[in-house]
């Protein structure tokens, strides 16, 4: 340890021993002798404590209670409605989070940080969201300072995209790669950026909004008030909205007897692509160029070792993924082309809710290390 | 020292001495006692090296000698033509550098680092430009390599845009912000991206192109192989050729009278704005609107604090900064506009070879912290 972090050896042993005074690290084992006194191996002792990490969609919500390995003890996946606004969304989320917790066999005693992902620009030091296009209702509320009060714990919240970003480099397919991007493509379309194994947030916090790229200066009315934002032309809500501009113009499609019993939604049309129908692998291909065309002008901008894609519209399958790869191959200058893989994140649904896990983590390690 | 760096005064004296036996910090004055003892004040002594910073641009060549404050004793700028190759143009900055020295009155044995700007994508450890749109024949000519043995000195290759954030940050009006982008509009369109004040490279470091980012997906063709890039649309070169089409449209304008004479150029269409020529105004309105959709789309993926313009085609005046502004207001998210100040930079047609020069400083304190 000393010769990893350069400091003296009395200060190492001084700072193990505060460690493991607050029981945060266990001596345990002896380990091999490499010729000098044997070592001590030291493990993080992950029952010190709890994290609840909460991932909020537009329509789902997600709850982990996990130990300070970040390994899940409870875990559940809701439905939600954003648009049920801040008051009776949040006292949902409580609920789930005490029933969690009841599942792990934990008391809220041992939480020591809670972590929410939300779909909208997160204002880091007022830890609310402003003007956010998909989340009806919830503009300036305290979403932080309202949860800190409600359950006297330390409460963090950042972009659902942020924390995806964060997840699959702690837990998922970006474990090698601190620069890298990660594509959160649902009812919206968001963006969380890792510089250094960092969220990259911006002055105020709300980096990232790759959705609201213009795409084509003269494109479709957008929720944010602008034209031709990507979201616009290949979120989730604009794949269903154009299914159902299919629909009406004729188009021969299966997803034509399900608009008929319900509304339907970007997950329907994945569906209709995997079994087949070309109307929703053209609407798929259609949403993924227009994806690859934002992604190729991030690439052209940042540079990053890799982008990985996540979110409900992700499970589609290869049809999505090809079309994207194609257009940021056709528009991607040749050398950051070269340096960026583009590939799908490896923690499906969970990203955002590990990247919760993880930030919770981190919070938590940085607390008591201030703390002495 | 020791109060504001928390190491040990015996470590600041000791640093303090290695400094002042190479010559780099020099005691100036006795200052007045605030209690204690009278404090030594400390200066760099800016007399004991000479920096080079060079710009070199696809149409013009700027040079500057400086002492180790950053202060210039010698500069000039020349024409270029950046398509005359690497072997010759280099040949011509190597005379440029020489009569800029003897103007200074140093010999090259005070030069202590070279810091160059190009206008390409540079990647950092080649030190070679890799596919650059607009400077034909310098594909992986390893400028870098080729300086250093001709010259036997330390020299660093970076991107013009990146030495121009760089550039204002240390000398011009990015001074009180380390998170700003510096946009360079000039024959073509490029960006350097400062992050905690440091230049922003990505992986590779080709970071920074929003020349190449996709404006409309059906858009013109782009001397990069894609369609639609801002540069195709608002860089220099765009803007006369489009002027050139008002021309043949038979629209009335002065600009066909310079036609007639020699081949336009953007500064052409700036000046005649600037006397209030409609065509050329509407021109460069239009050239404005869509870098402001670039730029909308850089603010919302990186809520920068700053976004500072230059180049030559920013001498145009209030015409396409204006029209630059109304884009970014009407395109960009809310929170992340109203933290961005969008602003032309100060220092003129010498942002990136002021940036050399700070370049070539940093690499000269850290040679001189690491050799000891």
Excluded at 106 to 121: K, N, Q
Excluded at 247 to 260: D, E, M, N, P
Excluded at 282 to 306: E, K, T, V, Y
Excluded at 354 to 369: K, R
Aim: net charge neutral; hydrophobic share 45%.
């Amino acid at each position: 340890m000393a010769r990893n972090t350069k400091l003296s050896r009395a200060t190492v042993s001084a700072i193990v021993e505060e460690l493991i005074d607050a029981r945060l690290v266990r001596e345990a084992r002896v380990g091999a002798s490499r010729g000098g006194r044997r070592p001590t191996i030291l493990e993080l002792n992950p029952d010190v404590g709890r994290v609840v990490g909460i991932d909020i969609g537009a329509t789902h919500l997600i709850v982990v209670v996990a130990d300070l390995r970040g390994r899940a003890l409870a875990e559940c996946e809701l439905g939600f409605d954003i648009a049920s606004g801040p008051e009776a969304g949040l006292d949902r989320v409580g609920r789930a989070v005490d029933e969690m917790l009841r599942q792990a066999g934990c008391l809220w005693e041992s939480v020591v940080t809670v972590a929410v992902g939300v779909p909208g620009p997160v204002v880091s030091k007022l830890g609310m969201v402003v003007a956010p296009p998909i989340m009806p209702g919830w503009d300036g509320f305290p979403i932080q300072k309202y949860l800190r009060e409600r359950w006297a714990k330390p409460v963090y919240v950042d972009n659902d995209a942020d924390l995806g970003a964060l997840g699959e480099w702690s837990y998922g397919a970006g474990k090698n790669e601190s620069n890298l991007t990660y594509i959160k493509i649902g009812t919206g379309i968001g963006c969380g950026i890792l510089l250094d194994g960092q969220i990259y947030r911006g002055v105020l916090g709300t980096a990232g909004e790759i959705g609201h790229v213009t795409i084509s200066e003269d494109g479709p009315p957008c929720t944010c008030g602008n034209y031709g934002c990507l979201e616009a032309m290949a979120g989730g809500r604009a794949i269903a909205q154009r299914a159902q501009l299919a629909i009406k113009a004729g188009q021969r499609t299966a997803l034509t007897a399900i608009s008929a019993a319900r509304e339907l939604t970007a997950r329907d049309v994945a569906e209709a692509a995997k079994e087949g129908d070309a109307v929703a692998q053209q609407l798929l291909s259609d949403a993924g160029r227009h994806i690859g065309s934002a992604l190729a002008s991030l690439i052209n901008l940042l540079n990053p070792g890799l982008v990985l894609l996540g979110g409900g519209v992700v499970g589609a399958g290869d049809i999505l993924l090809n079309s994207v790869r194609a257009a940021v191959a056709e528009r991607s200058m040749r050398p950051s082309l070269q340096a960026t893989r583009v590939d799908v994140g490896s923690l499906g649904r969970r990203s955002t809710v590990m990247g919760a896990v993880s930030l919770g983590l981190t919070h938590t390690f940085h607390s008591y290390v201030e703390a002495g």
